[in-house]
């Protein structure tokens, strides 16, 4: 395999046969170049590049050491549960654990609410997700809450399994790109529908919506709601506004805590626009 692009010292896209693969694996482009072969026995995983632009888009934008320390997650979590995960899982636990790195350098603690729920019913990927914060402490120097440990453990938890309801994920659809649609009103700009915060905006409503349907709700403590509503006014306006929509059309109400989160994502996508 042919080297065609680094986009890291850790991910490369070479070519296949007739296709262009990402490539990746610790030290895979070290003192590699364009055109160069890469060593078979440096390669960790493959992915067929057309199947994962996304994936390929989040190496370039994050600093390499978070797209590592995710794959040396998913090894372990795969090495104790005796099984491997959706490949998907790349792209979901490195975007969540980039974006959580991000939050807690800025000082922003996101309280998981499921907490002790997740610790009790999955206790061996909370006990994955337990490992992984101080992995990243120790990689890192910087200490995740523990309320990450439980995201990271659902991280785990979903990639072993597949499930949904078709017509409940056709409205949830049609809802979220009704929420979507006014967001773009409220704020005068149209977003970019193939970048990762765009997909990541998408599927926080995705899940709020869920969380609303099975009385659940993510939890924010009053203080940080209270510095989140101060520091990005104009995207809490936004979101205050989607949920009147939401409740108006759908009788769905989104509690405030939400509506902080859902700003957070509104923001985040704004820088990218």
């Not at 120097?141 to 453990?153: C, K, N, S």
């Not at 101060?230 to 506004?241: D, E, I, P, Q, T």
């Not at 405030?256 to 859902?262: A, D, K, N, P």
Request: glycine fraction near 4%; charged fraction near 25%.
């Amino acid at each position: 395999m042919k080297i065609m692009k680094i986009l890291n010292n850790n991910a490369v896209i070479v070519t296949d046969g007739n296709q262009e693969k990402i490539a990746i694996g610790a030290g895979v482009a070290f003192n590699k170049q364009k055109k160069d072969i890469v060593n078979p026995a440096k390669i960790e995983k493959l992915f067929v590049v057309k199947e994962n632009e996304k994936l390929q888009e989040l190496i370039m934008r994050i600093p390499e050491e978070h797209l590592l320390i995710s794959e040396e997650i998913i090894a372990y979590a795969e090495q104790q549960l005796g099984t491997s995960l959706n490949e998907h899982i790349l792209l979901a636990l490195t975007d969540h654990l980039s974006f959580a790195i991000e939050r807690t350098r800025e000082g922003i603690y996101l309280q998981n609410k499921l907490l002790q729920e997740i610790k009790m019913m999955y206790r061996e990927e909370f006990n994955i997700g337990i490992w992984a914060i101080n992995h990243v402490k120790e990689k890192l120097q910087i200490e995740l809450p523990m309320d990450e440990a439980a995201f990271i453990a659902l991280h785990v938890h979903t990639m072993k399994i597949q499930g949904g309801d078709l017509h409940e994920t056709v409205k949830q659809t049609a809802i979220v790109k009704d929420m979507v649609d006014s967001i773009q009103h409220n704020l005068n700009i149209t977003f970019n529908e193939n970048s990762l915060a765009f997909e990541r905006l998408m599927t926080h409503l995705r899940f709020a919506l869920n969380r609303v349907h099975h009385y659940e709700a993510h939890s924010l403590d009053e203080e940080m709601l209270a510095m989140i509503k101060k520091k990005f006014k104009r995207s809490y306006r936004s979101a205050m506004n989607v949920a009147k929509k939401v409740a108006a059309n759908y009788g769905i109400e989104l509690p405030e805590e939400e509506l902080g989160y859902i700003t957070l994502h509104i923001e985040r996508l704004k820088k990218f626009q």
